[in-house]
């Protein structure tokens, strides 16, 4: 129906203010809503029972929970508004479509809002600002439509040209270009969105490759999404081709580093050769590896600091993956005992008391060795190895050493320290 008909019907309804047979009209509306709002909640307990093992069907359940009540409303409402028209007006029926359908439209918006730029479930205050208006904007063309100023401000749109070269594009155009991009972008962004939360469910593929594969399907979909757009609206994409060029000639004078970050970030995914999980140290960073972006990486450190190193210095620089291939990490602790300590039977010793610590393994088992006859009295070394070394490394070498120090003052060994001897060779 046309926005002047729909004026028409604001005019009506309000005459059918003063009709006792306006009560039917209220009563179907909120029988309709009613029932829509019951089979919304029958719907969505239904598909999430069904869809305990699938997450695709769970998440789209989860992703129009809030839509499904408007939308049934919606639709028990076109259905009832000829079947009511038989015997009664339905003024009030006619202007409660489109009010269901914005409703229904907001609530779809919220939503995709916050799966696309808010998929841990946090609201920034940005985002928040975002949904209010992006309701106002729909509320406000709603109530144009309903009192019939829509087609004269699209009118008036459309008369106002602004110039662009030899060609005038009127506002209306631009502006539609704009919902049109941005409807499709949203749209590109919350499939990618669901992408991936599908791909990183395959347990059978490596983290790097489940990685790599929802970064490529994002892009492919924005870029999709923007000929699309583009298609929509009736702009030629090979004007396309001088963007292409000024892109080249940026990429070539200023950008290398974020390009080529962003390469580095494609070769690591796909090589494998970090996986999220993993216990690295590249520079002065060390910690484990959270998060594999096409253009950083966040490595979280044992003392909680997140370091953003850009994927280029991981592809130039050497990094050491403490968990690449195998796990297990050998660490070593030092002591020196004085040189009449009975060495043999000390060694076994401590490489019995270093095992019974929690963390170190069994096997490899832990050794003892006298590694050199220092100049205050024998060094020994106590090596072990662990399986966790995303735990961190100090509290296991302390636990090691308590467990060395209780030995030693078992035996009665002495640990020798430096002494020195001063003489003074002037007395005064």
């Known amino acids: 129906m046309s926005a002047s008909a729909y004026a028409n019907s604001w005019s009506d309804f309000l005459s059918d203010l003063q009709d006792p047979n306006m009560m039917w009209q209220v009563g179907v509306l909120v029988l309709c809503i009613a029932l829509g709002s019951a089979f919304a909640r029958l719907m969505h307990s239904r598909l999430r029972a069904r869809s305990v093992e699938s997450g695709v069907v769970r998440w789209g359940a989860d992703s129009f929970a809030y839509?499904?009540?408007?939308?049934?409303?919606?639709?028990?409402?076109?259905?009832?508004?000829?079947?009511?028209?038989?015997?009664?007006?339905?003024?009030?029926?006619?202007?409660?479509?489109?009010?269901?359908?914005?409703?229904?439209?907001?609530?779809?918006?919220?939503?995709?809002?916050?799966?696309?730029?808010?998929?841990d479930g946090g609201a920034g205050k940005f985002l928040q600002l975002f949904e209010k208006i992006f309701a106002t904007i729909v509320w406000i063309g709603v109530a144009l439509y309903i009192t019939g100023l829509w087609d004269d401000l699209a009118n008036t749109l459309d008369n106002v040209v602004l110039p662009f070269g030899r060609n005038k594009i009127s506002i209306l155009t631009i502006a539609q270009a704009l919902v049109s991009v941005v409807f499709t972008l949203l749209i590109a962004l919350w499939f990618g969105a669901m992408l991936e939360d599908r791909l990183m469910r395959f347990d059978t593929l490596h983290s790097s490759l489940r990685v790599v594969m929802a970064r490529l399907g994002r892009a492919i979909l924005i870029f999709v999404a923007v000929l699309l757009s583009l298609s929509l609206v009736g702009i030629d994409l090979t004007v396309l081709s001088v963007f292409g060029g000024a892109l080249g000639v940026g990429l070539g004078l200023g950008l290398q580093k974020?390009?080529?970050?962003?390469?580095?970030?494609?070769?690591?995914?796909?090589?494998?050769?970090?996986a999220i999980g993993d216990m690295v140290s590249v520079d002065k960073y060390f910690g484990e590896v959270t998060q594999i972006n096409t253009r950083y990486t966040v490595l979280q450190g044992l003392d909680g600091i997140e370091s953003v190193i850009p994927n280029e210095l991981l592809i130039s620089s050497t990094v050491q993956n403490y968990s690449l291939s195998n796990r297990t990490l050998r660490l070593v602790t030092h002591v020196s005992v004085a040189y009449d300590t009975a060495i043999e039977p000390l060694l076994p010793l401590l490489a019995s008391a270093v095992a019974s610590v929690e963390r170190v393994l069994e096997?490899?088992?832990?050794?003892?060795?006298?590694?050199r006859f220092g100049a205050d009295g024998l060094e020994l070394e106590i090596g072990f190895w662990i399986a966790d070394p995303e735990n961190g490394r100090m509290g296991v070498v302390s636990d090691v050493n308590l467990a060395i120090w209780r030995v030693l003052q078992e035996q009665n060994i002495k640990v020798p320290y430096a002494q020195r001897e001063v003489h003074v060779i002037d007395g005064k």
């Not at 409303?73 to 007006?89: E, G, T, V």
């Not at 580095?264 to 090589?271: D, N, Q, T, Y």
């Not at 096997?363 to 590694?371: G, R």
């Open 363 to 371: 096997d490899p088992e832990p050794a003892a060795l006298l590694v």
């Open 258 to 274: 974020i390009v080529s970050s962003y390469v580095s970030g494609f070769v690591i995914l796909l090589e494998r050769s970090l």
């Open 67 to 119: 839509v499904m009540a408007p939308l049934f409303s919606l639709i028990l409402i076109a259905i009832a508004k000829p079947i009511l028209a038989n015997w009664h007006h339905v003024n009030l029926l006619r202007l409660a479509l489109p009010l269901c359908a914005s409703f229904a439209l907001i609530r779809l918006g919220f939503n995709v809002f916050r799966r696309v730029f808010a998929p």
